[in-house]
């Protein structure tokens, strides 16, 4: 039996609001949102986008964050 096709494989797209101007951002290697001009970070553990500014541990995972 032949081997499936690999499909092509996307970037992760997330599509979040900024806590701050309530618009929609689209969030692919770097989180940014353009209105407002703010960079959000990511968990290094499992890479979900940290909108709080001072959380200490990923509510996506729970890992703690490194600043």
């Known amino acids: 039996m032949p081997a499936k096709p690999k499909k092509d494989e996307k970037p992760v797209i997330c599509r979040c ?3 701050y ?5 689209i969030v692919e290697d770097s989180p940014f949102c353009n209105v407002c001009k703010v960079s959000f970070g990511r968990c290094a553990s499992c890479g979900a ?3 709080e500014e001072k959380a200490v541990k990923c509510p996506s995972c729970g890992k703690p964050l490194k600043k």
């Open 17 to 19: 609001v900024c806590p």
């Open 21 to 25: 101007c309530d618009v929609e951002i």
């Open 49 to 51: 986008v940290i909108m």
